[in-house]
């Protein structure tokens, strides 16, 4: 398998486990959870803007497929951003680059 | 784990914040140095998957999930200051785009999730891997270790910063953050080790890159 295939088969993978988050657990995570559990849950403050609030993109009425929608363009925009910084960081080198 | 605004005080935001800043600073230095051609799509799947499987929440016991951390992986396949790198990504974007963690908590998630989880697992497997001799099987069994003991790890200092700010007394929230996390760090660890493993016998050159 070429290199080149690996990571695009790798990508994928990542995209199809975005496809699957809707069958992820609704239960409250660790952290919540003792919130709960120990009665400080109610300090945490609300978000001062919401963008694609709970991976859960706005507007759109199915919520399995808001909720795969703001899987995909999170995990590509992962990939783009550690891709361009670590492409940035390594740029910026002021000697000779090496392997 | 993702504290949200308003379960920590200022003074451990302000700290935490200073900490956090430090080591991505420092982490940004040392990758300049040592980044190669090969780490640049490695360090861009690696944010991809862990975001993607943090979506995946599983269950625990009592009511209660949880979802990979993600930074023993890094720390075993790159190092622990790229696990600072792509913790810091990953959990900036979830709290600017995706309102999973608090603005002013980034600090404390960073260190907890990057700084804390990623350099307990690396040295966890690197001395596990020391004692136990170079074969994939102890590399599996350090690495399930390391990623276990990376989100008790992990767990425990997000407790020590909830004491610290007032919000739940240390003996309330110690044992209780330990307790759940001792069972969410299994599925990391089942998690790490399905991956290293895959990454072993499909791309074992991935495992000799240099580790920053």
Partial sequence: ?99 | MHIPDGFLNTATVVTTGVVSAGGVANAVRIANKKLGEKHIPMMGILAAFIFAAQMLNFPVAGGTSGHVIGAALVAILLGPWAAVIIMSVVLIAQSLIFQDGGLLALGANIFNMGVVAGFSAYYIYRIMGSLLGDSNRSRLVAGFVAAWASVLLASIACAIELAVSGTSPLSVVLPAMAGVHALIGIGEGLITVAVVSVVLSTRADLLKLQRI
């Fill in chain 1, 1 to 99: 398998m070429s290199n080149k295939k690996w990571w695009l088969i790798a990508l994928a993978f990542c995209l199809l486990l975005a496809t699957i988050s809707p069958l992820a657990s609704s239960s409250p995570d660790g952290l919540e959870k003792v919130a709960e559990d120990k009665g400080f849950i109610e300090t945490a403050g609300e978000a001062p803007f919401e963008i694609i609030a709970d991976y859960v993109f706005p507007g759109i009425e199915n919520e399995a497929v808001a909720t795969i929608l703001a899987g995909w363009i999170g995990t590509l925009l992962l990939f783009a951003i550690a891709y361009g910084l670590t492409w940035l960081i390594r740029s910026r080198r002021g000697g000779v680059a090496t392997q």
